[in-house]
T-cell receptor, first 111, second 116 residues
Framework: DAKTTQPPSMDCAEGRAANLPCNHSTISGNEYVYWYRQIHSQGPQYIIHGLKNNETNEMASLIITEDRKSSTLILPHATLRDTAVYYCIVREGDSSYKLIFGSGTRLLVRP | EAQVTQNPRYLITVTGKKLTVTCSQNMNHEYMSWYRQDPGLGLRQIYYSMNVEVTDKGDVPEGYKVSRKEKRNFPLILESPSPNQTSLYFC???????????????FGPGTRLTVL
């Protein structure tokens, strides 16, 4: 079973912030949250990951709630090239490296 | 250039004809994995490997085999392909960290397989 829940689709205007939510209510204490995106049928691309604290890199910011049951990926200034499917992923278990991808959110950035 | 390569990129075959999809990475990564992607189902993990000679099943391992004889290579073998294995396949690699998390996975460009 998928460990994350994401809205199937979202849209935003070019130049505005895109905020993509993810619920992971059963996450355990040392599981990380990862975000990837897939543009068309290309290989998925890593965006960011985090454990407890908010994280920021050149692509995006990741906001994790204090109870760690949900997170939000923020693309601060969305461009048309950010149109993609965004996957929120948690790593399963404390001793397993198995990944479970959710169904993802299809983000459409409008001109 | 750091990369994951897959071959072939496109393959059309017939039911029952054994095939191998190769995956190679040049980043000295310990962890490698195979996924398949089908419309409406997202990515599903087939098999993964923590290091040479260490492999384990993912979510959808039936009908597939893998081997990890060398660190850089992780071929996916379909001994007797069937039409329900028609899919888009991705290989990925990563270097695990000590804390059981791991850094980004690098994905290959994909192999589109059609089994008639």
């Amino acid at each position: 079973d998928a460990k994350t829940t994401q809205p199937p689709s979202m849209d935003c205007a070019e130049g505005r912030a895109a905020n993509l939510p993810c619920n992971h209510s059963t996450i355990s204490g040392n599981e990380y949250v990862y975000w990837y995106r897939q543009i068309h049928s290309q290989g998925p691309q890593y965006i960011i990951h985090g454990l407890k604290n908010n994280e920021t890199n050149e692509m995006a910011s990741l906001i994790i709630t204090e109870d760690r049951k949900s997170s939000t990926l923020i693309l601060p200034h969305a461009t048309l090239r950010d149109t993609a499917v965004y996957y929120c992923i948690v790593r399963e278990g404390d001793s397993s490296y198995k990944l479970i991808f959710g169904s993802g959110t299809r983000l459409l950035v409008r001109p | 250039e750091a990369q994951v390569t897959q071959n072939p990129r496109y393959l059309i075959t017939v039911t029952g004809k054994k095939l191998t999809v190769t995956c190679s990475q040049n980043m000295n990564h310990e962890y490698m994995s195979w996924y398949r992607q089908d419309p409406g189902l997202g990515l599903r993990q087939i098999y993964y490997s923590m290091n040479v000679e260490v492999t384990d099943k993912g979510d959808v391992p039936e009908g597939y085999k893998v081997s990890r004889k060398e660190k850089r290579n992780f071929p996916l073998i379909l001994e007797s392909p069937s039409p329900n294995q028609t899919s888009l396949y991705f290989c990925a690699s990563s270097r695990p960290t000590k804390s059981y998390s791991y850094n980004e996975q690098f994905f290959g460009p994909g192999t589109r397989l059609t089994v008639l």
